[in-house]
């Protein structure tokens, strides 16, 4: 005890007063603790969801575009507020028809028509079909894009030149392509099981990121808060590149599949971990650090500048093994907007879509997209 | 990807080898015009005698007086040991009466020569698979499809067959399934071509013609899904594989062919098979490489690093679970053992991208961003 800074015998008598009593406080106060939120739901016996302990984060969540990844068969905002698409390409007619809230789509060369129940939605904004025939499942060869309120080539499927109403329908998806299309954009496949879509939830769940979720709440329903599921925060920025990039596409899937060019500037992670100024060690240039996955993507390029000015500041340094801290440059032309400069927008060939491409880099004029 | 339809007869001829020499036909129509190039002009080399026996020796073989023909052919390169053409139409007329030794030796003789004469190579190659001399066999049909011995397609059915087998013979599983996918993507069928690509998946050494009838019972059906994968018809290749495990609960490297399969496409559907395949036999040691490797693939690392592991206990040269081991530890923060294995293995393999990107994720860990981005920048271009 004699070490401890304790200036009078009133002071240690008030820090043991004050130790004996927390466990009563923290029961006291348990319910607006998660713990307590737990317990309290335990005593009502309504059913637990992740919602019941992190309301807020669930709530923002429901608004976001993982959340959205997969849109509902019935319930798709995207359909509902365009009930009739059409297109005529390649000599081929399609049809887009939601009435009732169920979707359709029709391919015909004016002798023979197709039609297809539309049941997986892909995406919230621009939105790609996956089809079902005969047991095989297809990509739509058009899909939806928002900046012309209608129909075009699904990106990637401009060389494909259909000779049927078949063909013209959709490209047939060989079945790791279909579980990695359903594994990335809704929630529950089974690594090993049939390939049940009709059982999937459209769109990511909590546990799609938060491993060990179901255990978390059957053991926090018991009282035991012990086994957490893994947290993403203390990940460092390579490994949190990663593990976004299962999805968004990390280096490492982009060099394994030999992709090259625009078309693959969507793959943010590989390009991110291309810049300069990304250090997998340094949580300021993390995904995370940028974007909250629980909330809409932010659209408003200055929102972004405090994160580049973290670095970037003149006074800020960054820790380089092998060299002493280096300061990073400060940019001679503006200290606002960063990104409207350093992260390009690029269009994808097929000319329907952009993306803001996380090479984050000095943009010199002409330059030729690199890599 | 092929446009030339291939009639089924065709490969009935190369299974069945009941005519021979309609195969040795197809051969010859491919490579005639390959043999122009090293062809010497007889007028050029000869004397009077050598010419009279060259021309004998054509009318011979033109009249379909083949014993003759090869006589004439015998005499006149006796006379002129340099004349290739008569090597050439020795070995060929000796390959069609299927006298292969003497068929060897010709091609031989026109191989000293000219060692670039790749359909003397490729036939020499099915002769030595006659003869069951394999290695040699192996090496020259190895060499002659690499120097484009099968471009022609009526060439490629007869050559990758037996180049196929052989491949399997010597255990190089991955090039002989490669071979086999020539006659998926073709659409050629064949219960023959079943079991040898079933062995080849079921990493079992040996021709086709070596297996047992209750293997071969198994071979054919694995062979038949794996068939059906390679021929891109996916939905079909699962449902023949599911079937298969229900059929053959307990049957050892069902489970590998189809996660090896699949591996180069999808890794967590590989991964499953590769846990099922140990599953069913646990001292599968090349299952459990696969396993680790996929593993890392899949960013399970921690999963990674146990079984690769073990992989090492049990074969502790293995190149696969060396890389997984690496790359496991550099992500679980043995920054230093993990380069330093990974770095090890880079001394064989200077090229290999997953040790590569191994390191390249150690120097990004460890804030030795410099060196992470040259490297990144180099791999990506």
Known sequence: ?371 | MFSVPIPASATKDIFLRRDRKRACTRILLGMAAILFVFGVPVGAQAGAQFEDLAARAARARDAGNLTQAVELYQQATAAKPDWQEGWWYQGLLHYSANQYPPAIDAFTHLLELEPHAVPAMALRGLCEFETAAYDDALRDLDTAVVHGAASDPRNALILRVHLAQLLTRASRFQDALAQYSFFALGRVEDPDLDAGIGMAGMRTPGLVSDATAADRVVYEAAGRAGWQLLANNTMQADARFRELFTQYPTTRNLHFMYGYMLFPHDSAMALDQFQQELAVAPNNTAARGMLAFTLMIAGRYVEARAAAEQALTEEPGMAMAQIALGRALGETGEYARGEEMLKRVLTEDPKNPEVLMGLISIYSHTGRSEEARRERLAMAK
């Open chain 1, 1 to 371: 005890m004699s070490g401890w800074p304790w200036r009078s015998n009133a002071v240690r008598a008030a820090a043991i007063a004050a130790a004996l009593l927390a466990p009563l406080a923290a029961r006291l106060l348990a319910p607006i603790t998660a713990e307590g939120a737990a317990q309290k739901q335990k005593v009502s016996s309504a059913p637990v969801t992740c919602a019941t302990c992190h309301a807020k984060v669930v709530n923002d969540f429901a608004h976001a575009p993982m959340r959205h990844a997969m849109e509902p068969e019935g319930a798709d905002p995207v359909l509902d507020a365009n009930p009739d698409l059409r297109i005529e390409q390649r000599g081929y007619s399609y049809r887009i028809q939601t009435k009732d809230g169920k979707s359709t789509y029709t391919v015909s060369d004016g002798k023979e028509t197709l039609t297809l129940p539309l049941r997986w939605h892909f995406g919230m904004r621009a939105q790609t079909w996956v089809l079902e025939k005969d047991g095989k499942f297809y990509e739509g060869l058009v899909s939806y894009f928002p900046g012309i309120h209608g129909l075009a080539t699904t990106p990637g499927d401009d060389k494909i030149e259909p000779h049927t109403v078949a063909e013209a329908m959709g490209r047939e998806l060989p079945v790791w392509e279909t579980r990695d299309c359903f594994e990335c954009h809704a929630t529950g496949m089974k690594v090993g099981a049939v390939f049940t879509p009709e059982k999937l939830k459209p769109g990511l769940d909590c546990e799609h990121c938060h491993e060990g979720t179901a255990q978390h709440m059957a053991d926090a329903q018991a009282g035991n808060f012990k086994t957490l599921p893994v947290s993403l925060k203390k990940m460092d920025a390579e490994s949190v590149s990663g593990f976004c990039g299962q999805c968004h596409r990390s280096f490492d899937t982009v060099i394994r599949n030999g992709w090259h060019g625009p078309p693959f500037v969507r793959f943010a992670p590989y390009r991110l971990s291309l810049s300069r100024c990304f250090s997998g060690n340094d949580a300021r240039i993390s995904c995370l650090a940028c974007h909250d996955p629980h909330q809409p993507v932010n659209h408003d390029t200055a929102s972004y500048d405090k994160k580049c000015l973290a670095c970037h500041s003149g006074s800020a340094t960054v820790a380089s093994v092998g060299a002493a801290e280096a300061a990073p440059k400060t940019c001679p032309v503006a200290k606002a907007n960063c990104t409207s400069c350093h992260m390009q927008k690029v269009t994808l060939p097929t000319g329907n879509l952009q993306f803001t491409d996380h090479f984050i880099r000095i943009v010199k004029p002409g330059e030729a997209y690199p890599h």
